[in-house]
């Protein structure tokens, strides 16, 4: 791991929001067109997140032939995606918004089509405005051999990082959205 992803000594605990949803809830989609979560994406990989204890994260995706690099095996990017969306769902739990510093993958195993992969995610640490993290992607069930692991630099940022930089007509269209909850879930990932 890089000297980036260690968490200085005066570094504190994660604390979980008191109104982060509950351990088991599945935590949906962050926004309908994400291609990690979101349903309105047709290749996307439709992972789904569950709140675990404290400030961890489960999440499980099917590998399809969309997902494909080499043939019958998922494309390395794609399992990056997915570990980086599991890991971006930590935010929630916090109840912040932030977006990826710093993503380090390491590829232990492949993983074929048609793969169910189990995700675990949790927060190690918080410095400031910085979120360590770190997640694994197990097959053949949550306690099956790990093929992927991550860790990584989550820094927090206020809505107006996606105000200044998104195109404003989805901008537009996640603020106008009445339900409070969807709408601060649609800016709670990525650069």
Not at 20 to 42: K, N, R, S, T, V
Not at 51 to 57: Q, S
Not at 161 to 176: T, V
Request: proline share 8%.
């Amino acid at each position: 791991m890089s000297t980036a992803l260690t968490p200085p000594a005066e570094a504190i605990p994660p604390v979980r929001h008191p109104d982060a949803p509950a351990p088991g809830e599945l935590l949906g989609a962050h926004y309908e067109h994400c291609f990690g979560c979101g349903g309105g994406q047709p290749h996307g990989l439709h992972l789904e997140a569950r709140a675990g204890e404290g400030v961890t994260i489960t999440a499980e995706f099917t590998v399809t032939t969309d997902h494909q690099g080499a043939p019958g095996l998922a494309h390395g990017g794609i399992l990056a995606t997915a570990l980086d969306e599991t890991l971006g769902s930590l935010n929630w739990l916090l109840r912040v918004i932030a977006v990826t510093g710093r993503l380090e993958t390491d590829f232990v195993r492949p993983v074929p089509v048609g793969t169910v992969l189990h995700l675990q995610a949790q927060v190690t640490a918080v410095h400031g405005r910085k979120i360590y993290c770190t997640a694994t992607g197990r097959i053949g069930g949550p306690e099956g051999p790990v093929a992927v692991r991550a860790d990584a630099l989550f820094i927090e940022v206020k809505v107006d990082h996606f105000i200044d930089n998104g195109r404003p007509e989805e901008i537009q269209a996640a603020m106008a959205d009445p339900d409070q909850v969807r709408r601060a879930r649609a800016f709670e990932v990525n650069p």
